[in-house]
């Protein structure tokens, strides 16, 4: 008899994908400017760390928020209590409103209808959890983000069944892929329950067109199934075109209080918008209010502390620090990625154009030895292994072509960056330089057949001709 259970031992974890290889690595050698200046670069966590100076600029005049203090008294008794797990009232409004601005208050959300948990992993499983059953699926446009291998499926029993999207059209969910998707869970005997998507993408870094969530909500809509967006990345948005929430779009079309109205339902965390991740603060939002009643009890198993909802609800709460962290979060945010971009770009590497998260879709097809995924691994090795930079490959997202990876670029310095992309144009010029004299290997041998073989061929004409004499 095993010390585990079959569910703790199950491989469904996802724990030996690429992408969490590639963090193991890091974590045995990770780079520090003064102590380990060889280390390996960590491009492959989506963090946000370009606007805390912007975060602790306000802690600093808001100390009793801090400190857990309402009118220069404690209330360090009142937040350390038993709080039931409906969240503070306070921090739904905050949240909630925050929410809308981030979305240009183009749509409006009921803090009634909001469930907290901890983090988006959380949200997620929860609502897999509420809408699935152990086997039935949930289509993901292709490339999508590992850890949903890990958060939808290893508790949940829950079957992913990918959306193949493909970079003719930039990765765009079209109708005849979903069909297709459908068609295939159909085959493997598999309920589809529904789609979840991540607008803004993770790892694509860009927001879906209204087309596609046109698309999206007349395929729930034919199909009678759910609808989950995931729009952690929302306040990420730093240039055109504009994020558009589903929300959005079920209001434009006059979809209130219809049968799909409440099978869609949104997860939000402050974890991108606001670099908070260390603080596990996610969300549902449903418009179906058994949904949020299901979601709401089994949110006991994952609760935001007292503590935090207090701080966060006072941050939010203050209109004049939210505006200005959300436009000056933008312009830092589309400033790294120009910076990475323009190392790519002097390194021989182009990627996606985008418009929003913490990374970059980034093309290395023409660094491949093949056009296979092995050969998309032996690359990634090499970046991790010998140039020391912790990147996501393709294939640990699912994407169906290989040659693409997700770096990303808010998690680091500046100067960090500039060292990452300084080591990546090294690289690039090594496979060149090497290239070229394989290459002239090969020429120099070719045009030493060609010598040997008119000689010889020279040879016997001369004897042939000798023997006629």
């Known amino acids: 008899m095993g010390v585990l259970s079959r569910k703790a031992t199950c491989n469904s974890h996802g724990q030996d994908s690429s992408y969490f290889l590639g963090w193991q690595e890091y974590e045995k050698n990770p780079y520090d400017e003064v102590t380990n200046p060889h280390g390996i670069i960590q491009m492959g966590l989506a963090e946000n760390q370009l606007s805390f100076d912007l975060l602790e600029s306000w802690l600093a005049k808001n100390p009793d928020a801090a400190s857990f203090r309402r009118d220069g008294q404690s ?45 988006a992993t959380s949200a ?45 059209n930039r990765f765009q969910i079209t109708a005849s892929a979903l069909e297709k998707a459908y068609e295939q869970a159909q085959k493997k005997n598999l309920r589809v329950k529904g789609v979840l998507v991540t607008n803004p993408s993770n790892p694509l870094g860009t927001s879906m067109t209204r087309d596609e969530l046109d698309l999206l909500v007349n395929f729930i809509s034919d199909k009678e199934i759910h609808l989950i967006s995931d729009e952690i990345y929302s306040g990420t948005v730093f240039s055109s075109p504009a994020f558009v929430s589903i ?8 979809l209130e209080k219809t049968e799909v109205w409440e099978r869609v339902h949104i997860v939000y965390s402050l974890s991108k918008d606001l670099g908070l991740p260390g ?51 933008h312009k830092r945010l589309q400033k790294r990625r120009s910076k990475l ?53 393709g294939s640990s997202c699912h994407c169906i072509e290989p040659g693409w990876f997700r770096v990303c670029f808010a998690n680091m310095s500046e100067d960090t960056l500039k060292l990452a992309m300084q080591r990546l144009k090294s690289f690039v010029g090594s496979i060149a330089v ?35 004499r």
């Open 247 to 254: 929300m959005e779009v079920l209001k434009d079309r006059n």
């Open 124 to 168: 997620n499983e929860t609502l897999m959890f509420c809408l699935a059953e152990q086997g039935d699926a949930f289509l993901l446009p292709t490339p999508y983000y590992p850890g949903f291998d890990r958060d939808l499926k290893w508790r949940t029993g829950v079957e992913i069944v990918p959306i193949e999207c493909t970079s003719s």
């Open 75 to 119: 209330i360090f008794k009142e937040l350390a209590l038993f709080q039931d797990y409906h969240g503070l009232p306070a921090f739904k409004n905050a949240l909630v409103d925050f929410m809308a601005e981030i979305r240009g208050n183009k749509v409006t959300f009921d803090p009634n209808h909001i469930v907290l948990t901890a983090g």
């Open 434 to 468: 090497n290239d070229r004299s394989h290459r002239d290997l090969k020429n120099s041998r070719r045009k030493f057949r060609t010598k040997w073989v008119f000689r010889l061929s020279f040879q016997s004409f001369h004897d042939r001709e000798q023997d006629e």
């Open 341 to 393: 971009v323009a190392g790519l770009e002097k390194a021989g590497i182009g990627c996606l154009e985008s418009n929003a998260g913490l990374f970059c879709w980034v093309d290395m097809r023409h660094l491949l030895s093949s056009d296979t995924f092995e050969a998309e691994m032996e690359l990634w090795k090499r970046i991790v292994y010998d140039v020391k930079l912790n990147i996501s490959p």
């Open 279 to 329: 603080f596990r603060v996610g969300a549902i939002y449903s418009n179906d209010p058994i949904v949020v009643a299901a979601a709401t009890k089994m949110s006991s198993f994952g609760l935001v502390s007292s503590q935090t909802q207090y701080l966060l609800s006072a941050m939010l709460s203050d209109k004049k620090f939210t505006k200005e962290y959300i436009a000056k979060n």
